[in-house]
C-alpha cells in the first residue's frame, strides 16, 4: 500500500513542490489550501491518487475539521507548511495582518503539531516536518518582527517537542524546515524583495526530505545558508539583530 502524506499550503510554492517530488517517490497525497482551483490543478498533473481539502487554517475549527478527516487513516509523514509573512516597520504594518500571521503561522501549525504527533503516536509511527525559516533561528527581525517571531515559535517548539520525543525512544519523528529565501510567491504576499539570492523550491525540498530521512531537527538547505546560520551563534545578540535590521531594511519594497 503507497504511503501516505498531508500538505498544507499545498497550493503554490514549497507545498506544491512537496507534492511533486512525494508523489514523484510514490506517496499519494492530501492537499490542503484555500485555494482549490489552484490544488485541482496540481493534482491533475501528479502520477499518484491526490485528495483535495480546501480549508482555511486560520480558523482553529477548520484545522480540527482536518484532524477529524484523517481519523482511522495511517498518516505516514504530514507536511505542516501553510504561513505567510509581511514587512515593514512596526508603527506602520497592519494588526489585523499580523494577528492573520499569527493564527497561520503559530496557532495553526501548534494545533496540527499537537493532534498530528498524537495520532502518530498512537499509530506507532510517522514523521512531521514543521516548515519554519532561518528567520526563525536568529534573535529577532526588525522590519519583519511579526514574521521572525512567529517562526522563533515554530523552531522552538519543534526542537521542544522532538527532544521529548527522542528521550522516550518514540518512533515519531518531528523535524523543522529552515530555509533562507526560496524563489516563491512569498515575497509577493509578504511585500519584499530578497536581499540574498533565492534558492528553487526544488532544492529546498529535496534537502528537506534528505533531512526527514536522516531524521534531523533542524534542516538548513544549502551549504551557505547553514554555515552563516552555525556561525551566526558566536556573533554578540545585539550585532546580529543590527545586520539582520539592515538586511531586511532591503527588502522593503514600499
Known amino acids: 500500500m503507497p504511503a501516505f502524506a498531508v500538505i498544507t499550503g499545498a497550493s503554490a510554492g514549497i507545498g506544491a513542490e512537496f507534492a511533486r517530488q512525494l508523489s514523484a517517490r510514490g506517496y499519494n497525497l492530501m492537499l490542503v489550501a484555500r ?4 490544488m485541482r490543478e496540481l493534482a491533475a498533473k501528479l502520477p499518484t491518487e491526490c485528495e483535495i481539502f480546501p480549508a482555511d487554517l486560520s480558523r482553529p475549527e477548520e484545522c480540527e475539521r482536518l484532524v477529524q478527516a484523517l481519523q482511522g487513516r495511517t498518516v505516514d509523514l504530514f507536511i505542516n507548511n501553510a ?23 503559530v496557532r495553526a501549525l501548534h494545533i496540527l503539531t499537537k493532534r498530528m504527533v498524537q495520532k ?8 512531521l516536518l514543521n516548515v519554519g525559516s532561518s528567520a526563525g533561528l536568529l534573535p529577532a527581525g526588525p522590519h519583519m518582527a511579526t ?14 517537542v522532538a527532544a521529548e520525543l527522542q528521550a522516550a525512544h518514540s518512533p515519531v519523528y518531528v523535524g523543522c524546515l ?10 509577493a504576499v509578504a511585500n519584499v524583495r530578497f536581499a540574498l539570492p533565492g534558492i528553487s523550491a526544488k532544492a529546498c ?16 538547505p544549502g551549504p551557505g545558508m547553514a554555515a552563516a546560520m ?10 546580529l ?11 522593503l519594497s514600499r
Open 35 to 38: 485555494r482549490e482551483e489552484r
Open 83 to 105: 504561513g505567510f509573512g509581511d514587512a515593514g516597520n512596526f508603527l506602520e504594518t497592519d494588526l489585523e495582518k499580523e494577528l492573520s500571521m499569527l493564527d497561520v503561522n
Open 120 to 127: 502518530m503516536q498512537r499509530q506507532g509511527g510517522g514523521a
Open 147 to 160: 514574521y521572525y517571531a512567529t517562526k522563533s515559535y515554530v523552531v522552538s517548539l519543534t526542537s521542544a
Open 178 to 187: 529552515c530555509p533562507g529565501p526560496v524563489d516563491t510567491e512569498f515575497n
Open 205 to 220: 525540498v529535496q534537502a528537506a526530505l534528505k533531512g526527514v530521512q536522516h531524521r534531523r531537527t533542524i534542516i538548513v
Open 230 to 239: 552555525a556561525l551566526s551563534h558566536l556573533a554578540p545578540r545585539r550585532a
Open 241 to 251: 539583530i543590527a545586520v539582520t535590521a539592515h538586511q531586511q531594511k532591503k527588502k
